[in-house]
């Protein structure tokens, strides 16, 4: 079984900062997947950023230039760097972790960004 740990959401103001931070624990493999993903209410759930253990990034198109992900394989962790903050990115987000055709989700923490 694999646990996510979330923590880093929080409120902000338009244009401010916040990182997130998850680490997994329990049974993880070497070769896997860690991203981020959100879900603002009233719509779906939608990949913001991935990262593969062997450090290929995938960023959605409407956070490009702003967001930055990474992760440390030594502590299983992934984070997500979130810079120019606007509205529109208030939402849940969730950590997710894909390894052998399986995913495992974080419980989500909420990042909401003021006008």
């Known amino acids: 079984q694999v646990q996510l740990v979330e923590s880093g959401g929080g409120l902000v103001q338009a244009g401010g900062s916040l990182r997130l931070s998850c680490t997994a624990s329990?049974?993880?493999?070497?070769?896997?997947?860690m991203g981020w993903y959100r879900q603002a209410p009233g719509k779906q759930r939608e990949l913001v950023a991935a990262?593969?253990?062997?450090?290929?990034?995938n960023y959605a198109d409407s956070v490009k230039d702003r967001f930055t992900i990474s992760r440390d394989n030594g502590k299983n962790t992934v984070y997500l760097q979130m810079n120019s903050l606007n509205p529109e990115d208030t939402a849940v987000y969730y950590c997710?972790?894909?390894?052998?055709?399986?995913?495992?989700w974080g419980q989500g923490t909420q990042v909401t960004v003021s006008s």
């Open positions: 990262i593969t253990s062997g450090g290929t990034t």
């Open positions: 329990g049974r993880i493999f070497n070769i896997n997947t």
């Open positions: 997710n972790l894909a390894q052998r055709f399986i995913n495992y």
